[in-house]
């Protein structure tokens, strides 16, 4: 059954989505249905990859800096073929599922997060079944819609899709009875969410909307970044640090210690990037708009967030490991029973 603890996850994921909202609207008034909209993206973003960045290397700088690095360099040839390599439609529609693969292992952390450690450690340990079958389920809908949306796809393609998505979804379903009977936890908050909603949404979608798709994708990426801030809000709320660090260093990582620390580090972030969209948009000098463009541009926004979404899949040093399951161990532990 269903715990306060999943619930809890369902409220922060509400509240996190009714944010969202407040932010996007106005900016989809301003910009319309646009690539301009991707600014927003970048606006928003922006001082969230900085704290990821920084959350990474906060525990051993001179240890983790190596590993990430060399991610980094490989999240740079992920965004050299994703700008020079795959047609435009392609490009878009993996950049997406990439995307969205960060965004629901998020989620999953987040509703484990709480539900198994009450916020204490990080961590991403559902049966497998639900970790990855959730994933490729959504991918499977996102991958419909975006066949109907770009049209030209075939009968036998479409239909086979259709076949592997009432499959995997019988398996979900299967797994998800299996698992309750046994009183073992799964991840009731994000099945409901993000499977029972999000699902049927992404079909819709496909199959009803007309015109391009900036518009949802840069309000997927404001969900993202809020949702991973009402995590660490209530996370900090409940378990406080106070690193003894001097010098540069407690500069540096010295939000990590409370709320009002960490939202006056956001805050401070969150004025640079202001400062940079006002510059790129309003700046009578082109020089400078241009340069502020790096970091707030929407031609810019892609290549930023393939190099995050690469190195977040870095694992989690210490507070607990966050870590992709296998696709190689899917079906073994399905068969096995341990899914």
């Known amino acids: ?28 008034l301003l910009f319309g249905n646009s690539l301009l909209l991707w600014s927003v993206f970048m606006l928003v973003g922006g001082p969230h990859f900085v704290l990821g960045i920084l959350g990474y290397l906060a525990t051993d700088t001179r240890k983790l800096i190596g590993p990430f690095l060399t991610v980094a360099v490989f999240g740079g040839f992920l965004a050299l073929i994703f700008y020079r390599v795959l047609p435009d439609y392609l490009a878009y529609f993996l950049f997406l599922a990439y995307f969205m693969i960060h965004l629901l292992s998020n989620e999953q952390m987040f509703e484990s997060s709480i539900v198994k450690s009450d916020y204490r450690s990080w961590q991403n340990s559902w049966p497998r079944v639900f970790s990855w079958g959730s994933i490729a389920l959504i991918l499977i809908a996102l991958t419909i819609s975006a066949l109907r949306l770009f049209g030209g796809s075939s009968s036998l393609i479409l239909g086979s899709l259709w076949m592997l998505l009432l499959i995997l979804g019988g398996a979900l379903i299967y797994k998800y009875f299996e698992q309750t009977g046994n009183g073992q936890k799964i991840p009731h908050g994000f099945m409901v969410i993000f499977v029972l909603l999000l699902v049927p949404v992404i079909l819709f979608f496909g199959y ?7 518009a949802p994708t840069v309000l997927l990426a404001i969900f993202h970044i809020v949702s991973w801030y009402v995590f660490y809000t209530r996370r900090l709320a409940k378990f406080p640090k106070n690193d003894e660090q001097v010098g540069l260093a407690k500069f540096i990582f010295y939000w990590r210690g409370n709320i009002k620390r ?3 580090f956001v805050a401070i972030l969150q004025a640079i990037w202001l400062g940079l969209f006002l510059l790129y948009f309003y700046s009578p000098v082109a020089y400078i708009a241009n340069s502020a463009g790096i970091l707030i541009s929407p031609l810019w926004a892609p290549f930023w967030t393939i190099m995050h ?26 068969r096995s029973g341990q899914a």
């Open 208 to 214: 009803f909307w007309n015109g391009l798709v900036f």
């Open 309 to 334: 979404v690469t190195t977040s899949f870095l694992p989690k040093p210490a507070g607990g490991k966050f870590t992709l399951p296998s696709f190689s161990l899917v079906r073994t532990a399905f």
């Open 262 to 264: 960490f939202y006056f």
């Open 1 to 28: 059954m269903a715990s306060n603890q999943n619930f809890e996850y369902v409220i922060n994921t509400t509240f996190a989505f009714l944010i969202s909202l407040l932010i996007w609207l106005p900016f989809l």
